[in-house]
């Protein structure tokens, strides 16, 4: 579970991903971690052991991954989870009956669903503030500031609609007023910004996403430097038992190796498909925070190493042109899901938001979502292009 070790530290950020967590087996000279299927291990004599008892509470290949992650997010403890949604709940069950927590407007989804069906009822409060920078976050977190609020939920760049909060800022005012901050680094990924660092207390990830890389493994993450506040998400890990299987581990282990060649590719892909969109007479308009007049650029170019591989828009002819464009792209492929070597579009209202319809989270109809992947740019632009200018036949009538 530990992640930080003095040598490290001096390492680069592609140096870690690589090493972290994963020395040479010292039996075997193995480069690769063994995927450690035990279920148990001996010990012997009662209660003395190797470090391992029982693979719910700790798992060689698990402990593997949780020392990478950490040690990239900056983090002196880090624990993995079954998915994004696991890492969350375990997250949120800090809360008990009569706390408050504050999330953000344009929460992913199932984030969303969890407060709203699964901790609400339980007794635990909310309230969905906007804390995006453009929309004055530290106004949104003031006005919903309760006497009974424990933690602010963030996630920045947002899904769908890629609002940037300022991390730092956030950080400062919540632990003015003695709450817990939690960012949702799942858009960014640690290669691209480190929210502890920032003055963030927990960090949870989808590795489904760009960790794992691939799509073909679903996995979750949470990281934090407070040794008490690890010790309670161990806790609940154990106890709730949502823990990833040692093949799951290692497959998040195996895509992160390239996490930063991909990130800075997925970032020169986005922002050449972000530039396209903002000539095209179709869209009328282009959610990227690495576009210079975009609402998050400047905090995104403060806190963000690049804006990233997401990229949202809106067509000018609405939901028709939106439901078009989604059905006749040839390379994107129509999907949920993001952050894979493998280009997706999607229909946010439709799709991944369609559970938050009518709630505050309700997003416009007419807005693609667009996972930006590695395959060649200028495939990408011109299988975009044909799309857009058949979609855009709405827009002419
Ligand atoms: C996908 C996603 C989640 C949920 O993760 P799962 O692995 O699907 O459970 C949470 N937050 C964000 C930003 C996501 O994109």
């Known amino acids: 579970m530990s992640g930080r070790d003095g ?3 001096q390492d680069g950020f592609e140096t870690r991903a690589i090493h972290a967590g994963a020395p040479p087996d010292p039996v075997t000279g193995a480069v690769v971690p063994a995927v450690s299927l035990s279920t148990t291990y001996a010990q012997s004599a009662v209660g ?13 290949t698990r402990a593997a991954l949780e020392a990478c992650l950490a040690d990239l997010e900056g983090a002196a403890h880090g624990l993995a989870f079954s998915s994004g949604l696991a890492a969350e709940h375990a997250v949120l069950s ?11 407007g344009d929460a ?7 407060v709203d069906r699964v901790h609400q009822p339980m007794g635990v409060a ?20 309760q006497p009974t609020t424990k933690m602010v939920w963030v996630e920045t760049p947002s899904n769908p609609l890629l609002g940037i909060a300022d991390i730092a800022a956030l950080a400062a005012a919540t632990h003015d007023r003695g709450g817990v901050l939690v960012v949702d ?9 480190q929210p502890l660092a920032l003055g963030a207390d927990i960090v949870v990830h989808s590795t489904t996403k760009y960790l794992g890389g691939h799509s073909d493994v679903v996995g979750g993450f949470a990281a934090t430097s407070d040794g008490c506040l690890a010790e309670r998400l161990a806790f609940f890990q ?25 990130m800075e590719r997925h970032c020169d892909n986005a922002e050449a498909v972000a530039s396209m969109l903002q000539s095209h007479p179709a869209v009328s308009r282009v959610l990227y925070p690495g576009l210079p007049r975009d609402p998050g650029a400047a905090v995104s170019s403060q806190q963000m190493r690049r804006a990233g591989g997401m990229v949202s828009f809106i067509l000018a002819g609405g939901e028709p042109d939106a439901l078009d464009v989604a ?6 492929t129509l999907a949920e899901s993001l952050g894979a070597v493998e280009s997706l579009i999607e229909h946010p209202h439709r799709m991944t938001h369609a559970s938050v319809a009518g709630s505050p989270l309700a997003v416009d109809p007419g807005l693609l979502r667009l996972s930006v992947g590695l395959e060649s740019v200028a495939d990408l632009i011109s299988d975009l292009t044909e799309a857009l200018d058949r979609g855009g036949r709405h827009l002419a009538r």
């Open 185 to 193: 680094n799942t858009f960014a990924t640690p290669y691209l910004q």
């Open 108 to 114: 992913y989804g199932g984030t969303f669903r969890l």
């Open 7 to 9: 040598q490290r530290e």
């Open 48 to 60: 003395e052991h190797l470090g391992y008892e029982y693979s719910r509470s700790g798992n060689p």
């Open 94 to 104: 800090l809360l008990v009956p009569g706390d408050h927590v504050i999330i953000p």
């Open 238 to 262: 154990n106890s709730i038992g949502g823990v990833p299987s040692p093949f799951d581990c290692y497959l998040v282990l195996r895509g992160i190796k390239t996490l930063a060649v991909r």
């Open 126 to 145: 909310y309230t969905s503030a906007s804390l995006t920078s453009a929309a004055g976050g530290l106004a949104g977190l003031e006005a919903a500031w």
């Open 327 to 332: 059905r006749s792209t040839r390379l994107w």
